[in-house]
T-cell receptor, first 116, second 110 residues
Framework: GAGVSQTPSNKVTEKGKYVELRCDPI?????LYWYRQSLGQGPEFLIY????????DSGLPNDRFFAVRPEGSVSTLKIQRTERGDSAVYLC??????????????FGPGTRLTVL | DAKTTQPNSMESNEEEPVHLPCNHS???????IHWYRQLPSQGPEYVIH???SNVNNRMASLAIAEDRKSSTLILHRATLRDAAVYYC???????????FGTGTRLTIIP
């Protein structure tokens, strides 16, 4: 079956621009996560959705970052006034139930964002 | 969050067993031990998890020390496709996110 998909796979933008990154989770998965991975590091949590609501946004680095999931399926991560330090691979994951230690997370291939 | 410690890198010969260690001396009684791996240019993928007893699945085995302060991921017969970064992660109820460290980069020698 279809896994988690993310678009675009690569995004190059200029400093100060606005970008949107899209995540299509596995159908029926209620939990959705965004992570960010810098070169040589493990992924870092950004935000977690349970259905349409953001249940934990404690990982968002500042108010330039925002994410939505209006219908409880597709999610969009939005970054305003991009900075060179935002360059990273942005990963999306979904899980079937409510999340928690018994659920595995299924990851997409990521979007590589480069801010020039 | 309880912390895990893993070696930065390991090498193994193809078709040999691989034992990837993880220390988690501050683990709590309700923390589950999860392993994920990340192949080059891909997102992480789930490998296995356990609480107290050793676990086996089609990908690997997880051996958990009796005091739960350490665990070992066992790949029974490594192939070139097992070359990846392996992450050991502790998860508890109410902790929805995965907290990744830097993991162990496993290199398989043909």
């Amino acid at each position: 079956g279809a896994g988690v998909s993310q678009t675009p796979s690569n995004k190059v933008t200029e400093k100060g621009k606005y970008v949107e990154l899209r995540c299509d989770p596995i159908s029926g998965h209620t939990a959705l996560y965004w992570y960010r991975q810098s070169l040589g590091q493990g992924p870092e949590f950004l935000i977690y959705f349970q259905g349409t609501g953001a249940a934990d946004d404690s990982g968002l680095p500042n108010d330039r970052f925002f994410a939505v999931r209006p219908e409880g399926s597709v999610s969009t991560l939005k970054i305003q006034r991009t900075e060179r330090g935002d360059s990273a691979v942005y990963l999306c994951a979904s899980s079937p139930i409510r999340g928690g230690p018994l659920d595995e997370q299924f990851f997409g291939p990521g979007t590589r964002l480069t801010v020039l | 969050d309880a912390k895990t410690t893993q070696p930065n890198s390991m090498e193994s010969n193809e078709e040999e067993p691989v034992h990837l260690p993880c220390n988690h001396s501050t683990i709590s009684g309700t923390d589950y031990i999860h392993w994920y791996r990340q192949l080059p240019s891909q997102g992480p993928e789930y490998v296995i998890h356990g609480l107290t007893s050793n676990v086996n699945n089609r990908m690997a085995s997880l051996a958990i020390a009796e005091d739960r302060k350490s665990s070992t991921l066992i790949l029974h017969r490594a192939t070139l496709r097992d070359a990846a970064v392996y992450y050991c992660i502790l998860r508890d109820f109410g902790n929805e996110k995965l907290t990744f460290g830097t993991g162990t980069r496993l290199t398989i020698i043909p």
